[in-house]
């Protein structure tokens, strides 16, 4: 039996609905934090300049694309019209399939690259602080100061790998799942347009079904 609800007790159309509508508000304001943020990370990457711009480009076209095929899923789950839930249905597989290999991937390197990541944690933090000095003042040598930043960097990097390791199992579950719904909705689309088409077929007789005609007597 396929699945009738979402999260165990709303009506799978409901439920769909939903996902489609917070999805297009996601990706929406998505590819808006794209276009703000995106003066202070070109200048941030300067001297990649060009592989960001086609990097930023190729973000923003996928944002857009996702939040068509959301707001797509919106109008075809309200409306029930199968094609269109279908198609938000294949597009939202392929960005549950895409997050999973960056999630995972993000996770894993962090992991295996984990005294890296600190040591660069460590050179932010002091040109940080250096970078708040006053140029008029000497800067004054704090006692232990960077092994208290080693050890502040190495505590934040464990959590993020905890942190990360759950949001990474618990968000990819819901995402299979959520786009589970999605497709058993199609499917049931599927089967009401197939018994609908049945139906019609009813309301007239079958060649098989008609009496034979009487040959004529002449």
Not at 125 to 154: G, L
């Amino acid at each position: 039996m396929g699945m009738s609800t979402c999260c165990c007790c709303i009506p799978l159309r409901i439920g769909v609905i939903i996902i489609a509508v917070f999805s297009t508000i996601l990706y929406a304001l998505g590819t808006a934090s794209l276009f703000i943020s995106r003066n202070h990370a070109s200048a941030s990457f300067p001297i990649q300049s060009n592989q960001y711009t086609a990097v930023f480009w190729t973000l923003v076209a996928v944002y857009i694309l996702y939040t068509l095929s959301s707001l797509i899923g919106v109008v075809g789950s309200i409306t029930q019209r199968r094609r269109m839930v279908l198609f938000f249905s294949i597009l939202n597989w392929i960005m549950v399939v895409l997050t999973l290999i960056a999630t995972f991937a993000v996770w894993i390197i962090l992991l295996v690259k984990k005294s890296d990541v600190e040591t660069a944690c460590e050179a932010a933090v002091s040109n940080s602080i250096a970078a708040n000095d006053s140029p008029y003042h000497t800067p004054v040598a704090i006692p232990n100061q960077q092994v208290d930043i080693q050890n502040a960097c190495q505590e934040a990097i464990k959590n993020a790998s905890i942190i990360g390791g759950v949001l990474v199992f618990v968000g990819n579950a819901l995402q299979f799942y959520f786009a589970s719904a999605i497709s058993a909705y199609a499917q049931r689309l599927k089967r009401n347009n197939q018994h609908q088409k049945l139906r019609d077929l009813d309301d007239f007789p079958s060649a098989k079904g008609m009496p034979a005609m009487a040959a004529p007597v002449y």
